[in-house]
């Protein structure tokens, strides 16, 4: 495995990596290799911080099954018995069915109007996503809702656990009893070194999300990883 993320570091192939493998159970494969960042030589480690796009759809859909299971919400309920304000321009009949199977018309919210700033803002984009106008009829396509799906899903937890913070709650009923609180978050405080000397840097597009935003910083990082730094790789293997 180390040999085969070394080769697709060496051909640029990938930037870092984390491996990990389960067989009944236990982890018999971990390994990580590469670097943080394009532009942040800082070698990857198994505490590492990635964002996970949209692996974190999974996550979400799991919090409404969570209260579906507790009988706070049921699938076939209008989202608007939930969340009053959401039920207008056409979203008055959208069920929260419609939200989990991808059908709810909004699958091209939010577009290219708002930029970085409104986008990292949960609630800006909660007040904005009960504004929107659904681009189909709810219940009638299936189209993959890219970026929508978090907030529509975010704001009927919030809705229906009487405004609970949906990164609260993920934490709380899904990460601590996983005991992966630590390494899965929405969300983090950079101000908590604990956290942000583990967070990968992003760029293509989220510049201003960068952990290391200083421009002048970034090429002192390019020219230590150009000058040859050493990257760290760390494998572990168990056979039973």
Not at 151 to 156: A, D, F, M, T
Not at 190 to 218: K, W
């Amino acid at each position: 495995m180390l040999e085969v993320l070394g080769e697709l570091y060496d051909e640029r192939l990938i930037t870092g990596i984390q491996v990990a493998a389960y067989h009944g159970g236990r982890c018999v494969v971990s390994a990580c290799a590469g670097t943080l960042g394009t532009a942040d030589p800082r070698p990857v480690q198994p505490d590492s911080l990635f964002n996970c796009f949209s692996v974190m759809k999974g996550i979400t859909a799991t919090a409404l099954h969570i209260l579906a299971d507790q009988h706070l919400l049921a699938y076939d309920d209008l989202v608007a018995a939930h969340w009053p304000v959401f039920g207008q321009r056409g979203k008055e009949q959208t069920t929260i069915r419609h939200v989990l199977t991808h059908r709810a018309g909004l699958h091209k919210f939010p577009g290219l109007q708002f930029g970085l700033k409104e986008l990292c803002d949960f609630h800006t984009m909660l007040r904005l996503l009960e504004e929107a106008t659904p681009t189909s009829v709810p219940g009638e396509q299936a189209q993959y809702h890219v970026l929508s799906f978090g907030w529509l899903v975010g704001g009927i937890v919030e809705a229906a656990t009487k405004g609970q913070p949906f990164a609260e709650f993920v934490r709380q009923r899904i990460a601590a009893p996983l005991g992966v609180d630590d390494e899965f978050m929405i969300g983090v405080d950079t101000s908590d070194d604990t956290i942000s000397s583990r967070i990968a840097t992003l760029v293509n597009g989220f510049a201003s999300l960068l952990h290391f935003n200083s421009a002048e910083r970034g090429r002192e990082m390019s020219r230590e990883r150009s000058s040859g730094r050493e990257r760290s790789r760390e494998f572990e293997v168990e056979r039973e």
